[in-house]
């Protein structure tokens, strides 16, 4: 059972950055693709980045791209991202998301293990 604990959410202005971490345990992290989603107030949960236990491939949902960075380092257990550039529509909570197994995914139901999420608000 992998537990995961995100931080590093809070308030930012237009075009400041935030970078989140989410924290494994209880498994083999290196075994896992990682990925970030996110759920504003009123919407359908979304996908921002996802990567591969290796890190060798990212992928970033079209609204965040150029904007933010997925990453991981694996010796730490732990999974990043790196939100630039930030605007109001990425206001929302923003939960790190893993399963087992090769590959990257954008969908939800492809993830086995969930944080209790972090928010994060862009004022304007």
């Known amino acids: 059972q992998v537990q995961l604990v995100e931080s590093g959410g809070g308030l930012v202005q237009v075009g400041g950055s935030l970078r989140l971490s989410c924290a494994a345990s209880g498994g083999t992290f290196s075994r896992y693709a990682m990925g970030w989603f996110r759920q504003a107030p009123e919407k359908e949960r979304e996908f921002v980045a996802a990567?591969?236990?290796?890190?060798?491939?990212?992928y970033y949902a079209d609204s965040v791209k150029g904007r933010f960075t997925i990453s991981r380092d694996n010796a730490k257990n732990t999974v990043y991202l790196q939100m630039n550039n930030l605007k109001p529509e990425d206001t929302a909570v923003y939960y790190c998301?893993?399963?087992?197994?090769?590959?990257?995914?954008?969908?939800?139901?492809?993830?086995?293990?969930w944080g209790q999420g972090t928010q994060v608000t862009v004022s304007s």
């Open positions: 998301a893993a399963f087992q197994g090769w590959g990257t995914s954008s969908d939800a139901k492809d993830y086995d293990y």
């Open positions: 990567i591969t236990w290796s890190a060798g491939h990212t």
